[in-house]
């Protein structure tokens, strides 16, 4: 990696390119919440482990805040916004929206789209777990761009067991949506000079 990544860095990746959006009839947004330690310290973003809970395809897994569009969302960033404030209980009212991500489409419908929103906080924030939410971890991203938390890992997708792409911190695994959607967020930060 060349240099340590700062929030300059980030405004200037963001700021020069537009995101590409895909069209699906089902919506969603996720949140990147990106902070500082201490001030002029290293940034981080807010990861979260979603609660088990019987039936539901993403229980137990690590993950950015985020979820499905309602009817009355005035728009995905609207998402972004209450889905943030549900999960982990931050109001993002006051913070900086860097800007968004080409959309995502979910491997397990195609009839469903992710909107991904980068935002600055300004310093960490503490997070409150919600009905959804089983731990919350602010995660340097300097770390996520070094090959140091970079692996593989077979998990369990529809009945199978397959090998993917992972972060893994200390036990937690982050791949899947949530993995490419920070390696997409990583390679235009990092591809920024």
Known sequence: MNGSIDLDRVRGALGRASAAELLRPRRAAVAL??????PRGPLSVLL?????????PWSGHMALPGGHAHPED???????RRETLEEV???LADS???GLLDDVSLMRSSEMVVRPFVFWLGAEREA????EVAEVLWVPLDDLA??????????????????????????RVVWGMTFHVLERFLSRVLAFV
């Open 89 to 91: 209980g931050i109001d």
């Open 96 to 98: 900086e929206l860097l």
């Open 146 to 171: 070094s090959d140091a938390l970079h692996s593989t890992r077979e998990v369990l997708v529809e009945g199978s067991l397959v090998r993917v792409p992972a972060y893994v911190i200390d036990e």
């Open 74 to 80: 005035a728009d995905l960033l609207h998402t972004a």
């Open 33 to 38: 919440l990106l902070a500082e330690k201490s």
């Open 48 to 56: 979260l482990r979603r609660a088990e809970r019987e039936g539901d």
């Open 128 to 131: 409150s777990l919600s009905v």
